[in-house]
């Protein structure tokens, strides 16, 4: 399998997830919304793994990331990683593999702030039981 064809896959894979996240942030399902969103993360590390291969001699990724915004809510984060990732497939399916790349990097940014949140309450949660 070409690492085209790898890229597109995880892609897709990470938009599935993030799909079943999403069900889960509606319904209010703590657990399986941050399963699924770990799901996410985890196909965005190896597409990201992928493109670094591709791209061995690109300049700095961290330039890349969104400037430091005020609190996003979660939904608003979920949309975001949604749309980037589809527009990195379309990227792919247009042979423009470094505007994939740094929507995919930057979409997998989201989602690490979208699990950093969901620790933080988890822990304030913890705090407040004791």
Not at 69 to 80: A, F, G, R, V, Y
Not at 107 to 113: D, E, I, M, P, S
């Amino acid at each position: 399998m070409a690492i085209n064809e790898k890229i597109s896959k995880g892609l897709k894979s990470a938009t599935t997830h993030l799909g079943n996240s999403i069900l889960a942030w509606n319904k209010k399902d703590a657990d399986p919304f941050a399963d699924s969103l770990w799901h996410v993360a985890a196909e965005l590390e190896y597409t990201l793994f992928l493109f670094s291969i591709t791209f061995q001699n690109e300049k700095d990724p961290l330039k890349w990331k969104p400037n430091h915004e005020p609190k996003i809510e979660t939904d608003s984060m979920l949309i975001n990683v949604q749309n980037l990732l589809n527009e990195a497939e379309k990227f792919v399916m247009n042979e423009k593999l470094l505007d994939a790349y740094k929507n995919a990097y930057i979409a997998r940014h989201y989602v690490l702030n979208v699990q950093e949140d969901l620790a933080k309450k988890k822990r304030k949660g913890l705090r407040e039981k004791q």
